[in-house]
């Protein structure tokens, strides 16, 4: 199987190669899916421990060391573009993200066949992604090459990952393509609305901060300028035999 990029993707190409513009930017981003991809390795460590099927145990893996070989490469490139005197970036992680593996999904609670069926929607996505990154780091070609090493191995997962599960569920595999397609779209909701949420709440804290504040502070001040400068005189003492 090849990698071919979304039609989303291409039409982004732009976007995609001014994301990837930025030297530190690129650094940043290699660093983040350098973390990404070690946790894919984790998952599939798991998935292998879980599984009661031989072959795919032997995937999952060799699936877990390339994914951690390509932490390394991603990590190791990701250093040597990095210039720790320039601070954060605007990553755009949300317009260009790596791979995401099995994105939090729970693997000692899901079936083989679920299992495939979300890795291969994720590694088809990743390769698809990662095509379009290897063409816009025209200007970068160890970055590229870095892309292209892993490319291969991407195509390789979404092979496998297919073929298993017709293997697994000759009948029902397009139903199951069909739930991790649907699970992979509740995802990419939450994560829109986590973005959204985590906006709005930036921008009401902003408007507390700059406008609500400020009128607290003038009012304090305007009522500390008409108290009485100096010692006052106590109040009058009251007779404490009763209540009035
Ligand atoms: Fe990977
Ligand atoms: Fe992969």
């Keep these: 199987m090849r990698a071919v990029p979304s039609t989303f993707d291409v039409l ?41 099927d031989p072959s795919l145990r032997l995937l999952y893996l060799r699936h877990a060391a390339e994914e951690q070989s390509h932490a390394v490469l991603f990590r190791r490139r990701g250093c040597d573009l990095l210039d720790p005197s ?52 025209a200007g970068d070609p160890q970055t590229r090459a870095v892309f292209a090493r892993v490319l291969k191995d991407e195509e390789f997962h979404m092979t496998y990952t297919h073929k298993q599960l017709a293997r697994l569920t000759p009948r029902r ?22 973005s959204l949420a985590s906006a709005i709440g930036t921008a009401m804290l902003a408007v507390q901060y700059f406008v ?27 007779a404490l035999e009763d209540q009035y």
């Design 173 to 194: 595999r397009g139903l199951r393509l069909w739930q991790a397609r649907a699970g992979r779209l509740w995802k990419a909701y939450l994560r829109i609305a986590a």
């Design 12 to 52: 982004l190409t732009p976007v995609h190669r001014w994301v990837w513009s930025d030297v530190q930017r690129r650094a940043r981003k290699l660093l983040r899916f350098a973390d990404t991809e070690e946790d894919g390795a984790h998952d599939l460590s798991r998935a292998a421990e879980m599984t009661p």
């Design 86 to 137: 320039r601070g954060r970036v605007f990553e755009a992680n949300w317009l260009a993200p790596g791979e995401r593996g099995l994105d939090n999904l729970d693997v000692g609670s899901e079936r083989d066949e679920s299992l495939l069926a979300f890795l291969h929607l994720s590694e088809k996505a990743a390769a698809g992604r990662f095509v379009v990154y290897e063409r816009v780091l």
């Design 212 to 238: 609500v504040l400020p009128v607290f502070s003038l009012a304090a001040k305007r009522a500390a300028r008409l108290e009485p400068e100096g010692f006052v005189a106590a109040r009058r003492r009251v």
